[in-house]
Structures are given as structure tokens and as C-alpha cells.
């Protein structure tokens, strides 16, 4: 590799955490040091970096994390690094402490800032880290795949007890503005019903029949994942017990879809992500995210992918309802009680 132009550079995670940030975190200090560059931890991303709460870091710094959830360097969201104070603060910091370049492990918030550090003169790569996939440049971002098996696994113990006492489900997954867990889930968990920001009509009415027309086809429960961005789980499942007679509980798997260990996917892809980084940085690039397109790994000017706005792929939504709404019983077929 022909020399570095920058010969300090400095990592952070910022926003919410993820399953497989800790490969990029390795990926990104094991790569710099073998290219003979210093490499800084910053804390509690755009906090610590504000707090001057960096450290350096070794390669043993970094063993036995690749299968460590959560983010070693912690992780926080940053209200003054939305001010112009703050990020001019950032700079200056970064220059204090020698770091030439910065990778920005988060999600489209955290480029943000990535990106008005690179306006005031510090290199910065962006690399995708959150599990709800809504980074429009990527197909991929670190930790929807360990979220999305997690939510997967948990969805489908409460379908176990949900057809033992032939209920209705209601079961919220995470995604504020994004679906692609609760979209992921419904079709991997063969849901009855899939409920995702991008696309809810409110009308409740259409669940409470689908779920009184499917009874009446012989369903013994009901799974109807709900994304978090919807919400109001509870209240929708006393609403549709009133409605159906039914009994309907309601599950918020919560923050425990953002631990655990990451799968081997996560490890790989945020490994292969976290070294991109480096390698653009010693190249001299700036203002850049790492994204996996078309079965690449490729880069991106932090300001088109900011543009870019990911919408829900409509075949995959389509074949999702497909799925779920046309089970009908064959007339010989019985279930186990009948
Ligand atoms: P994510 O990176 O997962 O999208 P957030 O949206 O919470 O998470 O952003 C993480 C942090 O990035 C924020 O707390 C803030 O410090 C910083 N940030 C977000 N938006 C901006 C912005 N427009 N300019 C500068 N910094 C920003
Ligand atoms: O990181 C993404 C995410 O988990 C979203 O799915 C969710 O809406 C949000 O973070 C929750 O954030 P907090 O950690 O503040 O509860």
C-alpha cells in the first residue's frame, strides 16, 4: 500500500448501539496498526470526544471483543454536537490530540456530525452500524442480522404459547422509522399480520377481520408483529380481544434485540467495513461511508448517502402478504384439537 497521509487516527461509536460493532472497533485499530498508524479509542462517541475522553489503543486493547455485544468504546447520542459550537469544539479537539482521521461507527446522525467534522478539516469514514438497516446507501448495516435473528428466535417461543392457549399475539419489534425488522420477522416467523411505519393505514378494523376471518378458517393463534414506530401494542391487544373475543396479549421485545452476541455475519461484513475504513483514510479520502451494494463492498460521499432515502423493497412487502393472508385449510385437513 503506497504511504498514509494521515499517520493518527481515531474511532468512535456513536448513537444507538450494535451487535458486531466491536469486529469494526477490531478491524479498525488491527488494520491501523498494521499499516503503522497510531490508533485513538474515543468514549461515549461524540461525548467523549467533546469530554476528551480518548485513549490509545493496541491490538491486545482489542482481543476477545469480535464476539462481545455492545460497543467497548460505549456509545451515547450527543445533543451539543448538533451545535456548530460543539462540532468546531470536536474539530479542535481531534486536532489536539494528533487525530488526522475518524471512523464513525452509527448510524445516519452520527455521519451527520462525521460529515461536519470533514467540512472543519478532520478526515472522516462513516461505517453503517445500527439494527434497524435504514442507511439508504447500504443493503447492509451492522447488527440488523444478530437483531433480526434475535427477534426471530424470541417470536418464535411466544408462538409456541400463543397456540397452546389459542391466542392472538400482538409483538412489537425496534424500528422507530423503519420496518425491515418487523418486515424481516413477519415473513422468517410466518406472521398473520405485519404492521411497519412505511406502510400502516390505521385501519384497525382490517386486522380485527383478518384475524375473526382466519379463525373461522381454523387458526389456533394469531402472530401479528408490530413495529415499534406503530406502537401502542397493549392497547391494540385489549382493542382486539373487544373486538374478537379472542384472548390477545401483547409482547415488546425491546432492547434485548440490540444484545448478544453477533452472528458470523455481522463479524465478517463489520470486519471487512471497519478495515475499508482505514484503507480509504490512508488513501487520503474524506467525507466518505463504507456500504455494501450489490454484493460489494463499496463507498459513498456522506452527503448523496444522507440523500439517499431507503424505501421498503415493494415485492418483498408484497410477497409478505401473500404469505400471510392466503392460507386456506384444505377440506380433509385437520388441525391437531379438531
Ligand atoms: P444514529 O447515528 O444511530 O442515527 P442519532 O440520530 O441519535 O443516531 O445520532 C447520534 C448522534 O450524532 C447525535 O446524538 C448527535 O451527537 C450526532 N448528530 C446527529 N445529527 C447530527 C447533525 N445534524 N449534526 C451534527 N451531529 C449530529
Ligand atoms: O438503534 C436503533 C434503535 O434500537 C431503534 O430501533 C429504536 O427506536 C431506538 O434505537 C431506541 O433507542 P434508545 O436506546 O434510546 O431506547
Redesign the pocket.
Given at each position: 500500500m503506497a504511504e498514509s497521509k494521515v499517520q493518527t487516527i481515531g474511532v468512535l461509536t456513536?448513537?444507538?448501539d450494535a451487535p458486531g460493532m466491536n469486529a469494526a472497533i477490531r478491524a479498525v485499530v488491527r488494520r491501523g496498526l498494521a499499516n503503522g498508524l497510531k490508533v485513538k479509542g474515543i468514549y461515549k462517541?461524540?461525548?467523549g470526544l467533546l469530554n476528551e475522553e480518548i485513549v490509545d489503543l493496541t491490538a491486545r486493547d482489542v482481543s476477545d471483543t469480535i464476539q462481545r455485544g455492545g460497543t467497548i468504546l460505549y456509545t451515547?447520542?450527543?445533543?451539543?454536537?448538533?451545535t456548530e459550537e460543539?462540532?468546531q469544539r470536536g474539530a479542535e479537539i481531534c486536532r489536539k490530540h494528533g487525530i488526522e482521521g475518524l471512523v464513525v461507527i452509527?448510524?445516519?446522525?452520527?455521519?451527520?456530525?462525521a460529515?461536519?467534522l470533514a467540512n472543519l478539516g478532520v478526515n472522516t469514514i462513516g461505517v453503517p452500524?445500527?439494527i434497524?438497516l435504514d442507511i439508504g446507501c447500504t443493503e447492509y448495516t451492522i447488527g440488523f442480522d444478530t437483531a433480526v435473528n434475535t427477534a426471530m428466535e424470541a417470536i418464535d417461543k411466544v408462538r409456541d404459547t400463543s397456540t397452546s392457549h389459542e391466542r392472538c399475539s400482538i409483538i412489537e419489534v425496534m424500528g422507530r422509522g423503519a420496518g425491515y425488522l418487523a418486515l424481516w420477522c413477519g415473513i422468517a416467523n410466518g406472521a398473520e399480520d405485519v404492521l411497519i411505519p412505511e406502510k400502516y393505514d390505521y385501519d384497525e378494523q382490517k386486522l380485527i377481520n383478518n384475524i375473526i376471518e382466519s379463525r373461522k378458517r381454523g387458526k389456533k393463534h394469531h402472530i401479528i408483529i408490530n413495529a415499534e414506530g406503530i406502537g401502542h401494542s397493549e392497547a391494540m391487544a385489549r382493542r382486539i380481544e373487544a373486538a374478537t373475543g379472542i384472548e390477545t396479549r401483547a409482547t415488546i421485545l425491546g432492547h434485548m434485540q440490540r444484545g448478544g452476541s453477533p452472528t458470523c455475519k455481522d463479524r465478517m461484513y463489520a470486519s471487512i467495513m471497519g478495515a475499508k475504513a482505514v484503507d480509504l483514510l490512508i488513501e487520503g479520502k474524506t467525507c466518505r461511508v463504507v456500504g455494501y451494494r450489490h454484493g460489494d463492498f463499496v463507498d459513498f460521499d456522506i452527503n448523496e448517502a444522507l440523500a439517499m432515502k431507503k424505501t421498503i423493497d415493494e415485492y418483498e412487502w408484497e410477497v409478505n402478504r401473500a404469505l400471510s393472508r392466503n392460507y386456506t385449510k384444505h377440506p380433509t385437513m385437520k388441525t391437531p384439537l379438531e
Open positions: 456513536s448513537g444507538g462517541g461524540y461525548v451515547a447520542r450527543c445533543p451539543e454536537f448538533r460543539g462540532q452509527g448510524g445516519d446522525g452520527s455521519f451527520a456530525g460529515q461536519k452500524g445500527t434497524d
